[in-house]
């Protein structure tokens, strides 16, 4: 048969697709019959079966002559900030964007009542006659500004969303009790936050018990390299109650003024991506998701991916608990419509049509497999060739030692070994035996 005649170049039209996948998804991507771009391959050369997975370099040049050229799809980002950067986006498109805040610290020092005592003192919270539910991030407005904050039931949970690849946080507000000072939970959720490289806020809550001790908390966090500002750190530490409302301002001002320094922005003109905070099943709504846009809007309608589901966005749940037809930068939503449940640090985004979804949806399972079969088990073996060939500069622990005195001695120990070319730095160090938090943080960082 002879070949497709190729329309003239300019009528091509672009097509995305992933750097790799099959030659079914792509015949079923551009609309012909799988069979004729197996004959277009083996015209340039190429042998392939409707199962094979076919390089971008190699599928750009036989879908000319189907009237398309060949464009990659943007891969996810390395995890970092919202950001995104400038250098792919339109500059004059960008708009600032509300900063996305996590509370973090020991069980019972007051993050709940301290994210209560926002909420209530908002006026965001207080549409549809005060319905509200709980969906694990809230937006909140402060003199004109917004700020979004994100629920998580602790510092796991922040990192098992890194570990995904999500980094969905800006801002992180360690919460520490005045009267009870840092405990092993805090140290824990220090060290998350500066795996993640996000910066960190102090909110010394309970300033009103009578045995409450602000000097005692700001030695203790000058000792865990968090100086505070009044000791000519850089950490902003705010007195603050959640019973009497203490301090609440001033740490809703420190997090405004920081957001402005980092210049958060985004594109709320392009199609949506973001991350997927939590999922559960609904006994009348069935699979729902709340999710926080990153950039782009989401509007009801939109067809998305997350994680390996996908599905068709039926309604949109704003935090207050009213219905929205849209949901821009740095907004959580619930969305009803994913054909099953993606998990907490899932990377979601809207693509064009159904055809996309079911497509994308089986290329990243089928990445997902294949990484999975082929990801190397670490050893010190291998981190000892890659420290030889100067690939690896730096080797991250994280130590766990029966005593607290055994943390110091092998931390001593450790540090003799650093060398020019290679440095050790324990990322978590504390006594007591390996928890799910640890190989948590391991594996996202």
Not at 66 to 95: A, M, R, T, W
Not at 119 to 133: L, P
Not at 171 to 178: D, E, F, K, Q, T
Not at 372 to 377: A, I, V, Y
């Amino acid at each position: 048969q002879p070949p497709v005649a190729s329309p003239l170049v300019e009528e091509l039209k672009p097509l995305k697709v992933p750097a790799a996948l099959t030659v079914h998804s792509l015949a079923e991507l551009m609309g012909v019959d799988a069979v004729e771009l197996i004959k277009e391959f083996m015209r340039r050369g190429f042998m392939f079966t409707v199962n094979e997975v076919v390089e971008h370099e190699v599928a750009a040049l036989s879908t000319p002559a189907f009237g398309y050229s060949l464009l990659p799809l943007e891969e996810e980002k390395e995890p970092g900030s919202l950001v995104v950067s400038g250098e792919e986006e339109d500059q004059s498109l960008l708009v600032a964007r509300p900063p996305v805040v996590t509370i973090l610290g020991h069980v019972d020092h007051g993050k709940t009542s301290l994210l209560d005592v926002i909420r209530k003192s908002n006026v965001v919270a207080k549409e549809a006659g005060g319905i509200t539910q709980h969906i694990g991030a809230y937006q909140v407005e402060y003199k004109g500004n917004r700020l979004t904050f994100l629920d998580t039931p602790g510092h796991e949970a922040f990192t098992a969303m890194r570990a995904r690849g999500a980094q969905a946080t800006d801002i992180a507000v360690l919460v520490v009790a005045a009267d009870d000072g840092i405990m092993p939970q805090t140290v824990e959720a220090i060290d998350h936050a500066k795996a993640a490289s996000v910066p960190i806020v102090v909110a010394m809550n309970k300033m009103d018990r009578p045995n409450a001790d602000a000097e005692r908390v700001k030695r203790q966090l000058s000792e865990l390299n968090l100086l505070p500002e009044e000791w000519g750190g850089e950490v902003i530490v705010v007195p603050t109650s959640a019973t009497t409302g203490t301090g609440i301002e001033d740490l809703l001002e420190n997090l405004l003024a920081m957001a402005e320094v980092m210049e958060f922005r985004a594109d709320p003109l392009r199609l949506a991506h973001g991350v997927a905070i939590e999922a559960r099943i609904d006994k009348n709504k069935g699979p729902t998701a709340t999710v926080l846009v990153q950039d782009g809007t989401l509007h009801v309608g939109d067809r998305v991916i997350a994680g390996d589901t996908w599905g068709r966005i039926k309604a949109m749940i704003s935090d207050g608990g009213t219905r929205v037809q849209e949901a821009g930068p740095a907004v959580p939503v619930e969305i009803l419509g994913l054909g099953s449940l993606p998990q907490a640090g899932d990377l979601f985004e809207a693509v064009p049509d159904d055809k996309s979804a079911k497509i994308f949806v089986e290329e990243r399972r089928r990445l997902q497999e294949h990484q999975r079969m082929t990801s190397p088990t670490f050893s010190l073996e291998a981190a000892s060739t890659r420290i030889q060939s100067g690939e690896l500069k730096e080797l991250l622990l994280i130590l766990k030692c029966d005593v607290q005195g055994s943390i110091d001695a092998v931390k001593n120990a450790l540090s003799k070994i650093s060398s020019d070319e290679t440095q050790i730095r324990v990322v978590h160090a504390a006594a007591g035996t390996v928890t799910e938090g640890d190989v948590l943080l391991a594996s996202a960082s």
